[in-house]
Structure formats: C-alpha cells, structure tokens
C-alpha cells in the first residue's frame, strides 16, 4: 500500500499522491476528508489512522482547490461522499 512519503514544508504535514489516496479510500483507512481554507482556496486534509496528509499535485506540492466543488467531483471519483469544510486559514 502507498503511504505518504513527502514532507510538506509549510505545515510539516506529509502529502500524498491522488493514487495513493484512492488505495487508502478502497482499503477502508480514512477516517476523515476536510477541505482546509488557505490563501487563494482549499487544500484537501486526509486522516488516516490518527494521522493526517495533504492531498499533493503531480509536482510534489500540496495540491490547491479554487473550488469546493472541484473537491466533491475529485472525492465522488474516488469513492465518498462526504467530507467537512474547515475555512479558517
């Protein structure tokens, strides 16, 4: 199973590629999805077994949402439903 192996230098928080989130989704590993509001959007917070990580771009960077709707067709695609939106930043 992928683990999240890149240290985000900005919040310390590991992050993680889109695959490998969808691998944590299939094994039943996440417990929580939170929209984070940043500067100029949201980030997506994945808990996963009291742990967290940020979902990452494909250049190695968290990956930014302008939208909150580009989040939930992002989740729906990888199997949820659900997730909380946190907009302090």
Known sequence: MNQPTMLNA????P???????RGL???GLVSQV?????????????MI???AALLASSRGEERKFAALE???????RL???EFVVNVAS
């Open 10 to 13: 900005d919040h310390g928080i």
């Open 15 to 21: 992050l993680l590629k889109e695959a490998a989130l």
């Open 25 to 27: 989704f299939a094994a």
């Open 34 to 46: 939170m929209a984070r509001g940043v500067k100029d959007g949201f980030v997506l917070e994945v």
């Open 49 to 51: 077994n009291g742990g």
């Open 70 to 76: 580009t989040i939930a067709l992002l989740l729906r």
């Open 79 to 81: 199997g949820t439903n």
